[in-house]
């Protein structure tokens, strides 16, 4: 077997009614709670007042901070920092999304260290220390592994850049992972966040760098997704589709925090930077069909086997024929659950594909593709998906 290893020091509380937990859980890592949330929107249904009401009730003092945004910034991250300061929190409780997750941990980095979480960059020689707060994650979408990664993901508007703080004591020391505050989350961002899911596992499994132990929870973590994505996209209140989800989710999130993804997420990532309106999924998978056509050859095997659990007549196919076939099932996969899309009906202009494709390399993640790519060649697949 190819040598390797696998850490993983979340403690992950996973099952329908788990957020009943919250206080207790977050009691054992602090008594001054900094409540991280996106502002309060319908599709909530008093969510927040809820986790706000399970810290206090285990005696916490809580204060919140709701200013979370999609592909948060730095500047949101400082502002909610300055709260963290002020309130003298030591646990940080982060209930929402991938971009909620993201970023309580980037305040619970810039709260007790000197400058701002930009500066803690995965690249950067300073990087956090033992005095980062602790965190505590809830999450309510089934899409980007946040709860079990020690990844943090922050664009700087001013750089037009987005990249990731990367770190062992990023992992959120607990996560609750309930399916039921799943039901109410919107189609579009069901399938966006859901796609992610597929991206994650997908990634992790043709990545050189992967292993035995995250081959086996991408596997399924694929069947999970191919089985329970198109009801969730479909039937938003379908509670075992939610579940399947979820754990989907929590799987993949498992495997990129011990593998990593390739290059789709690097050009996922300039997309998101330099058109911040862009959802991660939407980036993902506008990109997706002409990645899988560019790279299909360079991982045969792989592919197919992705491509017999998207599609079952590729059981008796072989070779670089079956590989393709699964380039063609996850294409058909995308535009089933409604993300068939291309950059032009994202708003990414013609003109500015050659700053996209320069962009694209900057992240290291396409080194970790199966097929090492050129600028000309990111070039190409971005005019393809235009």
Known sequence: ???????????????????AELGAVAARYGRRALLV???????????????????????????????????????????????????????????????TMDTAKAIAVEATHPGGAWDYLFFRSAQPTAKTLPVVA???????????????????????????????????????????LMLTLPTKVTAATGFDVFAHAFESYINPGGSPYTDMMALEALRLVARHLPAAVKRGKDLDAREGMAWADTLAGLCIANSGVTLPHGIGMAIGGLYPHVA???????????ILEYTYRAAAEKFAAVGRILDPRLS????????????????????RIGMGIRLRDLRVPKAGLEALA?????????????????????????????
């Open 1 to 19: 077997m190819k040598p390797f290893q696998y850490f993983q020091p979340t403690e992950i509380r996973f099952g329908r009614g788990r957020f």
């Open 37 to 99: 949330t996106v502002p309060e929107e319908p599709c909530f249904h008093g969510l927040f007042g809820r986790a706000k009401s399970l810290l206090v009730k285990a005696g916490l003092a809580v204060t919140r901070f709701g200013g979370v945004i999609p592909n948060p910034t730095t500047d949101v991250v400082t502002r909610g920092a300055r709260a963290a300061r002020a309130f003298r929190a030591d646990v940080i409780v982060a209930v929402g999304g991938g971009s």
């Open 316 to 335: 008796g196919v072989k070779g670089v024929r079956a590989a393709e076939g699964a380039s063609e099932a996850v294409k058909r996969f995308i535009k």
């Open 138 to 180: 809830v999450t309510t979408t089934s899409g980007t592994g946040s709860h079990v990664t020690q990844v943090a993901v922050v664009t700087n508007p001013a750089e037009k850049n987005k990249s990731a703080l990367y770190h062992p004591l990023l992992y959120p020391r607990a996560s609750l992972v309930d399916p039921e």
């Open 280 to 290: 991660h999924g939407e980036a993902l998978a506008v990109v997706y069909p002409a």
């Open 358 to 386: 320069r962009q694209s390399l900057v992240l290291p993640d396409f080194k970790n593709h199966p097929r090492l790519v050129t600028l000309a060649d990111v070039e190409a697949i971005l005019d393809r998906s235009h």
